[in-house]
């Protein structure tokens, strides 16, 4: 059994963070909007929580800044913004501005898609700084002139490359090598703490793709650039992502940026959500069977983004059979992230299996999700 996580008191918090929680600016005030870690779980209203919250990210930094010490790595800057950032691409924008306030959780983020999708997070400074430090990296809103210089320079790389020769082929048949060279692989990253280690807030830096760190198994990806823009999309069709629950499949469509969402094939989801159950858990904690009903705080969202994967034809789904054997039919029918499932388009292939990773093949409401979509 893990050690119980330790209590400190207000006081005690207040002295080691070095401001008293009255400091503490409502990040709601002026909004009548519901802003989100990036965790993805709620920012609490509650002054106590949201002090609890800076005090654990305190924790985390002591513990960087340790590692940093050991390694006499430099200090890392204090990010202060004088203006809204704006990162776009396409029709997609992420902005960024700093509520200049005591504390770490000072960066608004607001996410907005032409498809439709959005959701307005609250950041760290930390995260802000790994978001501003991959836009810098890619130079977004410089793409469109680097691609129309690109033709210009190859010329010139090709007589510095002996490899380069190869882009002397047409794009067809070096899209067939790509294909020899890459594994069909599965990606497992259904484990919370492991997408953490992708850093989801540097791929709002990239609302493209380009610079997503994908799996290390395909070694073409690290060759060149002009090598990653033309095998990137054909990596992601060779894969099959298997995603922890509503949450983690939110994070990871939004940090692989466009390219990945245009080229995904095969994916599979956990349909619940730690923050939906956690919601649910604030609001009535006498009730015992909040994992028996479906998740509903994020559902939609995830939805819209399974509808930008416009290759998407494989796609397995995990419920909780306790949960399938127990719902009304007619409650599961009309939930709200269920029709957005049925809605989907272009799925070939859908499997509903248990969380037991078994194939719900004898529920009449997982035949029914099958027949539907």
Not at 82 to 92: A, P
Not at 149 to 177: A, C, G, M, N, W
Not at 190 to 213: A, H, K, M
């Amino acid at each position: 059994m893990a050690k119980p996580k330790p209590t400190h008191s207000i006081e005690e918090m207040e002295n080691e963070l070095g401001f008293n929680i009255a400091s503490l600016v409502d990040p709601y005030a002026g909004e009548k909007v519901n802003r989100f870690y990036s965790d993805l779980r709620p920012v609490h209203e509650s002054a106590r929580e949201r002090l609890t919250k800076e005090f654990d990210e305190y924790e985390k930094s002591k513990y960087c800044k340790d590692l940093q010490d050991s390694k006499k790595a430099p200090k890392q800057v204090v990010l202060r913004l004088r203006e809204v950032k704006k990162i776009s691409y396409d029709k997609d924008t992420i902005t960024l501005r700093d509520q200049h306030h005591v504390g770490f959780y000072r960066f608004p983020v607001d996410i907005h898609y032409a498809s439709g999708f959005s959701i307005l997070l609250l950041l760290s400074e930390g995260e802000a700084i790994d978001i501003l430090s991959v836009a810098n990296l890619s130079n977004i809103m410089n793409y469109r002139e680097w691609l129309l210089t690109f033709t210009q320079l190859q010329s010139k790389q090709r007589e510095s490359h002996p490899y380069s020769r190869f882009f002397d082929l047409p794009r067809e048949i070096r899209e067939k090598v790509y294909k020899f060279a890459m594994p069909q692989v599965k990606w497992d990253i259904s484990d919370g703490d492991y997408l953490n280690l992708l850093n989801f807030p540097q791929g709002l830096g990239d609302p493209r793709g380009f610079y997503y760190p994908l799996s290390k198994d395909f070694t073409l990806l690290r060759v060149d650039r002009q090598m990653r823009e033309e095998s990137l999309p054909l990596a992601y069709r060779q894969m099959t992502f298997h995603l922890g629950d509503i949450d983690d499949t939110i994070r990871f469509l939004v940090a692989i940026g466009q390219i990945g969402r245009d080229n995904i094939e095969s994916l599979e989801v956990h349909w619940e959500s730690r923050s939906d159950l956690e919601c649910k858990w604030d609001q009535d904690l006498a009730r015992a069977d909040h994992y028996l009903t479906l998740p509903s705080l994020h559902a939609a969202r995830c939805v819209r983004l399974l509808k930008q994967c416009k290759r998407l034809r494989s796609l397995r789904l995990y419920f909780a059979k306790e949960m399938m054997d127990t719902i009304a039919p007619k409650d599961f029918k009309s939930d709200v992230g269920i029709l957005g499932l049925i809605s989907l388009q272009g799925i070939k292939k859908l499997e509903v299996w248990s969380l037991d990773y078994q194939p719900l093949e004898d529920c009449d409401l997982a035949n029914w999700l099958g027949e539907k979509i």
